[in-house]
């Protein structure tokens, strides 16, 4: 019994011991954090290193205001070469993407049964013409005989009616053979444009009925672009009124110029559609490899105006009022801002703001968020970028 109170003392003096152990572990571990804290706090935000292109200046600008459009891309020109007469489709070599010219010969039709039918047609021609010659002999003679009193003039009549029966059988032969030749010279398909093969819809060898689709030739030099507009946007739409598309799948906007505008309104949604034209040549200043089918969108710009703006991208919404990251003292500060409308100004799209001053040093959106104090360091400043980054002065401006 002795020997059990012996061990249980030695246990709790043990337990009391490792206990004070792990509380002055846990005191110096608190110190070291709260030394740590107190040390980054004298220190300051970080220091991040920026070029001129990672910032840019709030400036009036030149907005292009008007309305959202979207849609796909389409040949202005385009055919779809069919087969006009049946038979067995010969010479098609044309695959997708080969450039074709106008009038080249794109593909034929066995035309072995359309040669004999031909042939048969001038046959029935000639026979015709050897008929006519024959009534017309019959009846010069019938108006001799008439003239010397020999017949009546009943045979005269009879023998001009075989006469004219003769020649219309003539003409109606001639017009067989004329259809024939046609139906011949239809075995050769030719491309009535210059493009190139967007589809092909038969093979060689194969059988096909009239008006079966064989290739599907489009001319990309001059593509068309169809938005469809409400009934009070489409009011401020006019012919020349000019947009900049954003291309599916490419970064450089494209512009393009309404050329039409439908007379008449959708049944149901009452909208209007507007056609807006792009130059697609070698020569166009877009210089884009565009297709037909590519989706756009952009703004159609209805009026100009000049407002202090800078980049939709560098407005940030991630509090509870739209703020921007600008430059002051060489640190970042938060600036709150009021926007206002949005536009494009050469290729880049960008809203008006208010709170800002004119030449205000903002960051651009593609850096992300910095925390606010950060101060800034710019690897190549020049002299404009230095002025532009003295502190700003709140604005005065005020929204349209």
Known sequence: MKRRTQWAVALLVGLLIAAGALRALSARKAGQQALAASAAAAAGPGRVELTESDVVAAQARNLAKG????????????????ARVPG???GLSVREG???????????????????????????????????????????NNQALVNQGFISKTALDTSLANLAAARATYQAALAGAEVAAKSLADTVLRSPIAGQVAQRLAQPGERVGIDAKIVEIVDLSRLEFEASLGAQESMA???GQSAELQVEGSRQTVRATVVRINPSAQAGSRSVLVYLGIDNSASAANALPLRQGLFAEGTLGTAQVSLLAVPVSSVRVDRPAPYVQAIENARV??????LGVRGTAGGEALVAVQGLADG??????????LPEGTRVQFTRLSAAGIAASAPAAPSDKTAP
């Open 237 to 239: 739409v006019r012919i």
């Open 360 to 369: 205000a040093v903002v960051l651009r959106g593609s850096l992300g968020s």
């Open 67 to 82: 309305v959202v459009i979207s849609g796909s891309l389409k040949a202005v020109n385009s055919a779809v070469i069919k």
């Open 333 to 338: 500060v938060y600036k709150a801002v009021e």
């Open 98 to 140: 080969d450039a074709v010219q106008a009038g080249q010969v794109i593909a034929r039709i066995d035309a072995g049964e359309y040669q004999a039918r031909l042939r048969q047609a001038r046959e029935q021609g000639e026979s015709a013409k050897a008929q006519v010659s024959a009534a017309q002999r019959q009846f010069d």
């Open 88 to 90: 067995e489709l010969q």
